[in-house]
Nanobody, 115 residues
Framework: QVHLVESGGGLVQPGGSLRLSCAAS????????LGWYRQAPGKERELVAR???????NYLDSVKGRFIISRDNAKNTVYLQMSSLKPEDTAVYYC?????????WGQGTQVTISS
């Protein structure tokens, strides 16, 4: 079993930055694929960024060049550095850990971009 706890959300003005963190506990493997998803009101949950065990990443087109996902296996933590934030980035952000095909989710953290 895996337990994920996100932190770092909040309210920021357009153009600002935030860093989300997601700490994992339980049965952890360095081979786990880690990701960040988001869900805005009235919309489906979408993949924002993902990083595999080799550090290979992929991003939602709309966040490329603005967001960076990284992982620290020693701390069992995945990060999402978000810059040049836009109002359309407003959503609940969820941490995901895929372990041998099983998905584990955090509780979500609200990110609001507004002036």
């Amino acid at each position: 079993q895996v337990h994920l706890v996100e932190s770092g959300g909040g309210l920021v003005q357009p153009g600002g930055s935030l860093r989300l963190s997601c700490a994992a506990s339980g049965t952890i493997f360095s081979s786990d694929v880690l990701g960040w998803y988001r869900q805005a009101p009235g919309k489906e949950r979408e993949l924002v960024a993902r990083i595999d065990s080799r550090g290979r990443t992929n991003y939602l087109d709309s966040v490329k060049g603005r967001f960076i996902i990284s992982r620290d296996n020693a701390k069992n933590t995945v990060y999402l550095q978000m810059s040049s934030l836009k109002p359309e980035d407003t959503a609940v952000y969820y941490c995901n850990r895929n372990q041998f095909g099983s998905d584990y989710w955090g509780q979500g953290t609200q990110v609001t971009i507004s002036s």
